[in-house]
C-alpha cells in the first residue's frame, strides 16, 4: 500500500536529547550542592532525578526501536518496544511515587527540618528544568503512550520540585514543619491517578487489546455498509506498538470479481478515519461453499 503512513511517525530524538542533557547537568548541580549543603534530602533528589535521566533513554531507545525496519525474523521490526518501555516506565514512576509518600509519612512522624534557602533555590532549578523537558513532550504525549510515559515522569519531577519550593518557603517564614510532607502527599496523588492511567492503557497494548481509540463496532458498520459486502468475520485490531495499528479481517462479497482498487480504498479509509496502519484484508464469495474456518465460532463476526 502506497498510502503515505509518515505522518504518525514523529521524531523526537531531539527532544530526547535535549531533555536527556538538561537533567543530566541538573544532578551534577544537585548532587553538587548536596555535598556542600550536607543535605540528605538534595543527594537523594539527585538519586532520583539521575532514575529520571534512565526513564528519557529508555523511551528515546524504544523510539529508535520501534523506527527499524522490519527483518525476516521480526516482521513487525521493534515497533512493540514503544509499548514495553511505557509500561516500565509506569512501574518505575508509581516506584518514585511509593518512594517519597514513604518518605513523607516518616516525616510526620520524625519531622526532618527543611535547609532553608539552598534547598529552595536548587528545588526552583529544578522546576525550570523539569518544566522545560516536559514542554518538549507535550504535544506527543497525547497519541503516544511512550512520550506520554517521558512526560509524565517530568512533570511528576516539576511539581515534586515545586511542592519543596513552597515547602520551604512556609517553612522559612512560618516554621510548619508539617506542610512538607502534606505537600509531598498531595502531589503523590495527583501525578498517581496519571500514571494509573498509563499504566493500565500501556497493560492492555502489551496484551494486545483493541486500541481505545479504535470501536470495533463502528468497524463492522462500516465494513456492512460496503457495496456488495454481506459479512464480516475474522476481524481482529490490535497495537503494533504505541502509535500504530494493525487490522485483519475477512470479507464476504456477493460480487465475483476481485477488484484491487476495492482493496486500496478499503485500506484508505480505514487509515484515514481509523487510525489503522496495516490492514490485511481477505475478500470471500459468498457464492459456493463457507468453509473459512474463521467463520465457525472464531471471530467477532
Known sequence: ?????????????????????????????????GFFANSLALLADAGHNLSDVV?????????????????DKRTFGYKKSTVLASLMSSVLLMAALASIAWHAIERFENPQP?????????SLIGVVINTLTALLFVQGQKHDLNIRGAFLHMAADAAVSLGVVIAGIVIL???????????????????????????????????????????????K???LSIEHVTGVHGLHVWPLSTTESALI?????????????????VQHHLHDHFDIEHATIQVESSQGSTGCMFNHGHSHG
Open 1 to 33: 500500500m502506497s498510502h503515505d503512513h509518515s505522518h504518525h511517525i514523529s521524531n523526537y530524538n531531539r527532544a530526547f536529547a535535549i531533555g536527556v542533557l538538561l537533567n543530566l547537568i541538573f544532578v551534577v548541580i544537585e548532587a553538587g550542592y
Open 55 to 71: 526513564s528519557l533513554l529508555l523511551a528515546w531507545g524504544a523510539n529508535v526501536l520501534a523506527s527499524k525496519a522490519a527483518t
Open 114 to 122: 527543611v535547609t532553608g534557602m539552598t534547598v529552595i533555590v536548587v
Open 173 to 219: 517564614f512560618k516554621n510548619w514543619q508539617w506542610v512538607d510532607p502534606v505537600v509531598s502527599l498531595s502531589i503523590v496523588v495527583i501525578v498517581f491517578i496519571g500514571t494509573w492511567g498509563l499504566f493500565k492503557d500501556s497493560l492492555k497494548y502489551a496484551t494486545d487489546a483493541v486500541p481505545k481509540n479504535i470501536s470495533i463496532e463502528k468497524l
Open 221 to 223: 458498520q462500516y465494513f
Open 249 to 265: 479481517v475477512h470479507l464476504v462479497t456477493d460480487n465475483n470479481a476481485l477488484n484491487n482498487d476495492f482493496l486500496i480504498e
